[in-house]
């Protein structure tokens, strides 16, 4: 916005628009040849500059992104799913957040059913990077095949939209990708966590109108489907696919990196010959079997390490590492063990 000075030097503007500002500009009905008066529209005297029908898809478009989601300058990396969520069995998630120092940890929570016994009647808590991440993952899989996802909806596609499909797909990608929540949002009506599964229901209007397709389809909706389930990941959560490995879009494993990066410090300490695994562990407040546990590290073979940095390896790689009580030397019997081979590089 254009930055203005006050008659008494006040300074306002010269910043990006905020959210609510936006919605107030493209809700304002000035703009359609109407006015507002004690809460009601009226026919102004004046010329509209947008015509009643891109004013009512506005419109609609505006209230289908408002519920469910807020940001601004204390909603930063707001619920990306917030009231599309739903548990198999019924139940709602809702956006929560924790704070450790500084730093807010959200969450997706499912309260218990009534009535309910077993693993329903206990409330189900998902990180929502790790649910946000993975929705992501499965529409962008999905558009990558655009023409079969709009096949599978049962839409008739003329030769002239099948030129510019691609690249209108390839658009789309990228901005779900961003996890754009208005692109998210228009796409996505309904997102289904099971124990063993994640179901996300795509909307078929939305997506002939993101894809500039002007054909109708037979189905409402389009069901994307992908195998997941939590995990225990040493103190965090995560959601992982059924041979173990990320969920959600592949990213280093942080923890992992810097636990590589400490090994190679104490294994280059302990080559000198001055140091010995009791001094560096008193020195590091640790014990000297977890010194002598992530020294180990240093031996691990390349294809294992690279799979760490490439966020590809299985969420359980720090217990297994670190855990046990034996780890090969051999760096076949790694990949066997951490299940990686070549083609997973």
């Not at 990320?246 to 280093?252: E, F, I, L, Y």
Request: hydrophobic share 40%; proline share 5%; charged share 20%.
């Amino acid at each position: 916005m254009p930055q203005r000075v006050s008659g008494s030097g006040r300074i306002t503007g010269g910043r990006k628009f905020t959210r609510g500002q936006i919605y107030k500009i493209l809700s304002n009905p000035v703009y359609a040849g109407k006015i507002v008066h004690h809460g009601k529209v009226y026919a102004g005297r004046h010329s509209p500059i947008v015509s009643d029908a891109l004013w009512e898809t506005v419109r609609q478009r505006l209230e289908s992104n408002r519920q469910g989601y807020h940001s601004g300058a204390k909603g930063s990396g707001a619920a990306l799913l917030s009231g599309l969520l739903w548990t198999s069995d019924g139940g709602r998630f809702k956006s929560n957040h924790a704070c450790k120092g500084k730093k807010r940890y959200r969450y997706y929570v499912a309260d218990p059913l009534p009535n309910r016994v077993g693993p329903s009647s206990m409330a189900l808590r998902v990180p929502s990077r790790e649910m946000d991440s993975a929705v992501i993952q499965v529409i962008c899989e999905a558009l990558g095949d655009p023409l079969g996802l709009l096949l599978d909806a049962g839409t008739v596609i003329t030769p002239a939209e099948v030129e510019n499909i691609r690249t209108r797909a390839d658009a789309l990608i990228a901005a779900v990708h961003s996890a754009d929540p208005f692109t998210v949002r228009f796409l996505v009506r309904r997102v289904t966590f099971s124990p063993s599964s994640l179901e996300v229901e795509i909307d078929t209007k939305g997506l002939l109108e993101s894809l500039g397709i002007t054909g109708e389809a037979s189905q409402t909706t389009c069901v994307l489907r992908s195998v997941a389930r939590l995990a225990r990941t040493g103190r965090a959560i995560r959601l992982v696919q059924h041979n173990g490995r990320s969920a959600s879009q592949p990213r280093p494993n942080l923890a992992m990196v810097q636990h590589l990066l400490k090994a190679r410090e104490w294994w280059e300490q302990l080559k000198g010959g001055n140091v010995r695994v009791a001094d560096i562990a008193r020195h590091s407040g640790v014990s000297d079997s977890w010194v002598s546990r992530m020294v180990r590290l240093n031996f691990l073979a390349p294809s294992v390490v690279e799979s760490i940095v490439a966020g590809s390896t299985s969420a359980q790689i720090g217990p297994i590492l670190l855990q046990h009580p034996a780890l090969p030397l051999l760096w076949v019997e790694q990949e066997n063990l951490l299940g990686i081979s070549q083609k997973n590089q």
